[in-house]
């Protein structure tokens, strides 16, 4: 599945920056991982893998399982969890978007697969 679509919504609608989308896609489709093993698979820094997953936990988007191994909440919650925040911080009048209902629903098969190998 390509999830270069889904990326971009992240960014534009929930105005996660590209390295955090990634992160996000990452760790929601293949499952927990640690910073080093996403700095591996992306192609980045530990540094900036650990940041982007402190910072989507702060988000509401992961829980860290340990100091560096993170893991997704199901995405149906996350992708309405990160665009209120989001609200909030931009100051907008939270409300269905359709588009970020559609990432929750895309990403919940590939979620659960990773999770019941």
Same mark, same amino acid.
Do not use: G
């Given at each position: 599945m390509d999830f270069s679509k889904i990326e971009n919504d992240l960014? +534009? &609608?929930?105005?996660?920056?590209?390295?955090?989308?990634k992160v996000y896609l990452l760790i929601t489709c293949h499952g927990k991982m640690s910073a080093a093993k996403i700095a591996e698979k992306?192609?980045?820094s530990q540094g900036d893998a650990q940041k982007a997953s402190k910072d989507l936990m702060i988000l509401g988007a992961f829980i860290d399982i340990t100091? +560096? &191994?993170?893991?997704a909440m199901h995405p149906r919650f996350t992708a309405v969890n990160m665009y209120r925040r989001m609200c909030e911080r931009e100051n907008i009048a939270f409300g269905r978007n359709k588009i970020v209902d559609n990432i929750g629903v895309i990403l919940e098969k590939p979620y659960d697969d990773a999770r019941t190998k």
């Open positions: 960014i +534009s &609608e929930i105005k996660l920056q590209p390295v955090q989308a992306l192609d980045i100091e +560096s &191994e993170f893991e």
